[in-house]
């Protein structure tokens, strides 16, 4: 996937074109199973080793668990009362470290916990923590949360990006807040992060992986990766006299039908919730996940968002669970839930989820009203926890482990003496330590093939970060020495080039060379994207539907800005650039409209005739 400078007449898709670099070559040493966060840092890291590795996503990149995300990069100060030290030690150094390395994508997130009590939960809190059961929900005071806060402190001592917590009485946290219940005692502010753009964060992880497989000398390099492409069986049948390897599995284009076989020595599998079928497919069942749903809702409430003063809110309702209000750009996301996810079903935002965040908004904002008609988007998704029995749901695990097996050769390979393939089944894993359990398991692949690691990734730049201005004089000095206000038909005034700027990072200097190199028009629909933007992505970012766009490359669906003219406007310019004709095209736009509206809770009405 890397950039590219074609016209923008029709010609494959980099997305057939990948699908043709596995095909062409159905053999690497690792094969990963899973485009999420966690399957894009593993791709990385062993590109970066000098490892043949193959990705592949049954979906869209990030389509998943990634994509559904609270969009926070975070210690977990929750996961204290859970005894899970490690965990929040290694979260918060990670967040340190993204906000250094992903500078583009991660930023500082003032967060503000309203606190109704002071002693309350000092005798519930032990059993919790002894027994990881919920119990009557007795809602944490200001010395418990007090405690919490310094321990995070201290954890977060070495290398800390971020300010030390304040607590604040309840006459000043008023005056900073005013729209807070003015039944709170305390308001305590401490520092984590946030990831206004996972989608992309997770597309610039798996473009530095492809680019460090260029060169390599390997038809199609050393890298390799496609999205819709999905594992559905083993394949015993092989016959690769030069392998022999029991590591032969049966790949399906999503988009095509067309099915193919593909070898590794080692397979990794990073399906999040779906593990256990994954390992299915690969005649090997299993029972390691057992998935909780989190539901989320983005409101366009100008009301509610100034409310927030520019924080995060953060604090326990009524129930036990922990739940936020999030102010992102001009929009305001509210989650999360926590329930059993029952995978026969489609994860989505139930009316029930909806009225929970509702009431939780009353709980902390009382004089504020939110009303259905003010919700622009709504997601969810399930988190790839493991399977967790009787254990209640928000003292589930959210650490990861790694579960090896082998895969006996058989049918022709076996009878040419082929060896085992090794399969490390990732469960758990979170947003936040993406790049160290990343680490943590190209370590265990390098140790199966009996390699070393020979590049670190703890400071190297991701993307867009690399060269990213560090403060906001020096992000305005950017956009200057990238505008050319002259040039009315590419408008690459100050306005745009901020927005390029904060879609792609510095990277946006390679979108912003192809924006100049052709003709230029900007969409009658949406003053964000124009003609040459849409051709850049179509010819560099493996767009595989019309919905990619909307949800993935882009954040309008995110902010209710999908309008019928916009799927028009974006269907004729990609069906130009990837050889839709008229079926394909307006098929697309249906289908955009049948995810918006199934997964997310959007109607667009459609213009197509």
Known sequence: MGYTSNSGSAAESPRRTSVSALRERPKAQVLIIGGGINGVGTFRDLALQG????????????????????????????????????????????????????????????????IFSTFSGILSAP????????????????????????????????GGSVPRHQFRGRERALAELPRLHPGIKYAATYFDASVHNPERLTLDVLQDGEKAGIGSGLPGGSARASNYVSLISNDPASTDTAAGSAGAVVLRDELTGEEFSFQADVIVNTTGAWVDLTNEAMGAASRFMGGTKGSHIVLDHPELLAACGGREIFFEHTDGRIVLIYPMGDRVLVGTTDVEADMAQDAVCTEAEIDYFFDLVGHVFPSITVERSQIVYSFAGVRPLPRHDDTQPGFVSRDYRIERSTREASG??????????????????????????????????????????????????????????????????????????????????????????????????????????????????????????????????????????????????????????????????????????????????????????????????????
């Open 412 to 609: 022709a390979a076996a009878a040419q003496g082929g060896k085992a393939a090794v399969v490390l089944s990732l469960i758990g894993g979170k947003w936040t330590t993406f790049r160290a359990l990343a680490e943590h398991l190209s370590n265990d692949v390098l140790r199966e093939l009996g390699m070393e690691r020979k590049v670190s990734t703890a400071k190297l730049a991701i993307g867009g970060g690399l060269g990213f201005p560090d403060s906001e004089d020096g992000i305005q000095d950017w956009v200057k020495k990238h505008m050319a206000p002259a040039n009315v038909e590419q408008g690459l005034g100050a306005d745009r080039v901020s927005g390029l700027l904060t879609r792609y990072g510095t990277r946006a200097e390679d979108v912003i060379a192809y924006l100049k190199a052709g003709e230029e028009r900007k969409l009658r629909s949406t003053n964000e994207l124009s003609v040459r933007e849409l051709e850049f992505m179509a010819a560099n970012e493996q767009i595989g539907h019309l919905v990619d766009v909307l949800i993935r490359r882009t954040s309008l669906a995110f902010r209710g800005l999908v309008t019928g003219e916009l799927l028009n406007e974006i269907a004729e310019v990609l069906a130009a650039r990837l050889g839709w004709d008229a079926a394909k095209r307006e098929a697309e736009i249906h289908h955009a409209q049948e995810v918006l509206l199934r997964f997310h809770g959007v109607t667009v009405h459609s213009l197509v005739a």
């Open 127 to 158: 059993t919790r923590f002894l027994t990881h059961k919920q119990g009557k929900p007795k809602e944490r005071g200001a010395f418990l949360i007090k405690l919490g806060l310094s321990m995070y402190d201290f954890f977060s001592r070495d």
């Open 51 to 114: 490892v043949d590795v193959a990705l592949v996503e049954r979906g869209d990149y990030c389509q998943g668990a990634s994509g559904a995300s609270s969009h926070m990069i975070h210690g977990g100060i929750r996961y204290l009362e859970n005894g899970e030290f490690r965990l929040v030690q290694e979260s918060v150094v990670e967040r340190n470290r993204l906000l250094k390395i992903a500078p583009h994508y991660v930023k500082p997130l003032q967060t503000t916990i309203p």
